[in-house]
Each structure stands twice: as structure tokens, then as C-alpha cells.
């Protein structure tokens, strides 16, 4: 009998050319994007995630889709049948362009507006000067990701306040160089952030009772450091 995995959906938005495509390739596949192209519509990408309820249990394995959706705002209108049934959603921005971090704001009221069917909840309007307003915006109901891409390109520019969104939306946020794939690896912050934040959606949708004590990672973290003392006690 075929394993019957568990699945959970992904959304992840910004506008056209921050590097959305390339940032799920590198997550997914595990190495550079070689030649992105424009997303048109949505394109879903697969990873299996490996998922521990507790530091002594075994790890369950989860399908994580990432649903890459289009940046145009020409395609509005037909972008609200890919928001459904979400457990999670990634704010992708360009670190070099200010303007695509502002607009991080419209994507997350573009989101809630479908999930909710209220047109006038979260106006994009209301906004401090990093694009959100925390009392709006800190209570979504799934777990955040804030991503920061072409972090290579950003030399002596101030870049878009990407950690500062984070914190004030109660949310995981990186700075990636998707071009490079050092970036991505296991013992890298953005790693180590992401693995964090998947654990987060997992525990979200399946296990909410686990949701304030730390992701499975941490946990798996913190259960190897006791077991280093111990041994070497």
C-alpha cells in the first residue's frame, strides 16, 4: 500500500522579477535557477519535509507545495482561485528595489481580501514607513515568511528594512543571494529560518497545539545539544 503523505500549500508572493521562481528552486531542488523566466499564472513546486512532533519522536514526512503565483498586477482579478486553502505564505521582495518591499503590504491585503471575501479589510494604504501596519497585519492566521532576495546586488545601498517587517508582523524573515547556493546551505541562517518557518506551517494546520513551543527544528536542535552534554559528561 502506497504511504499516504500529509500535504500543506504554500503561497508565495511578490511583484514580477524579485526573484520569487528562483528562491523556490533553490528550497526545493537545492541548487541555482538557471534560467528564470516570468512567471505567468501560477507554477507549483514540491519538497518533502521531514517533521518531528517532539525531540524523541520519529520524523513524519510532509509534502510542502509552494505555489509560485505570477507577479503582474495586470492578472489581479484571476489570481484568487491559487489564494484557497492556504497554510502559509512567503513575501518575496527585491532588496535592491524599495518599491517591491512597499508593495509587500498590497500582496498581503491581496491574500486576506480573497481568503476572507471582505473587500475592505487590510487597506494597503494604511501604512507605516517599512509598508505594514503592524495592528492590522500581526494577527494573519497562517505563519509568514519574509524574503528578501538579490542580497548580492545591494553594495553600500540601503536596503528595504526586511528583519524590521519581520519583527513587526511576528514572522520569519531572510536575506538570500539565490544565485548562490553556499546561501542555502544546512548550516546557513537562511536554512536554518526557512527549515523554521515550514515547521511552523506544518504545526499550524496538523499540530496547533504545538504552535507556541518552538519549531521542530529548535526542538531537534536543542534535544542534540543535551545529548552532546550528556556524553560528554
Known amino acids: ?24 528552486h533553490v528550497i526545493t531542488e537545492g541548487e541555482v535557477l538557471a534560467n528564470p523566466v516570468s512567471t505567468v499564472g501560477c507554477v507549483v513546486d514540491v519538497k518533502l519535509h521531514e517533521y518531528s512532533r517532539s525531540m524523541s ?23 484568487g482561485i491559487f489564494y484557497q486553502q492556504a497554510n502559509g505564505v512567503i513575501l518575496v521582495h527585491d532588496s535592491t528595489n524599495r ?20 473587500t475592505d479589510s487590510l487597506a494597503p494604504q494604511d501604512t507605516n514607513e517599512s509598508g505594514f501596519d503592524p495592528e492590522k497585519f500581526i494577527e494573519q492566521e497562517v505563519p509568514l515568511l519574509i524574503v528578501g532576495t538579490k542580497e548580492d546586488q545591494v553594495s553600500g545601498r540601503r536596503s528595504p528594512p526586511t528583519q524590521r517587517s519581520g519583527n513587526l508582523l511576528g514572522a520569519n524573515s531572510i536575506t538570500m543571494n539565490c544565485k548562490d547556493i553556499q546561501h542555502f546551505s544546512l548550516s546557513s541562517q537562511q536554512y ?41 559528561t
Not at 2 to 23: E, F, H, N, P, Q
Not at 108 to 116: F, G, I, S, V
Not at 198 to 215: A, C, F, M, N
Open 99 to 118: 518599491k517591491s518591499h512597499n508593495n509587500l503590504s498590497k500582496w498581503l491585503t491581496e491574500y486576506h481580501r480573497y481568503k476572507t471575501g471582505r
Open 192 to 232: 536554518i529560518e526557512t527549515m523554521k518557518f515550514i515547521d511552523k506551517v506544518v504545526e499550524h494546520k496538523y499540530y496547533p497545539s504545538l504552535r507556541q513551543t518552538g519549531s521542530s527544528l529548535e526542538r531537534r536542535q536543542s534535544f542534540n545539544r543535551r545529548q552532546a552534554l550528556n556524553t560528554q
Open 57 to 79: 519522536s520519529s520524523p513524519v514526512s510532509f509534502f510542502v507545495e509552494f505555489w509560485d503565483v505570477g507577479g503582474s498586477m495586470s492578472h489581479e482579478k484571476g489570481r
Open 1 to 24: 500500500m502506497a504511504t499516504d503523505y500529509r500535504k500543506v500549500k504554500i503561497l508565495v508572493l511578490g511583484d514580477s522579477g524579485v526573484g520569487k521562481s528562483s528562491l523556490v
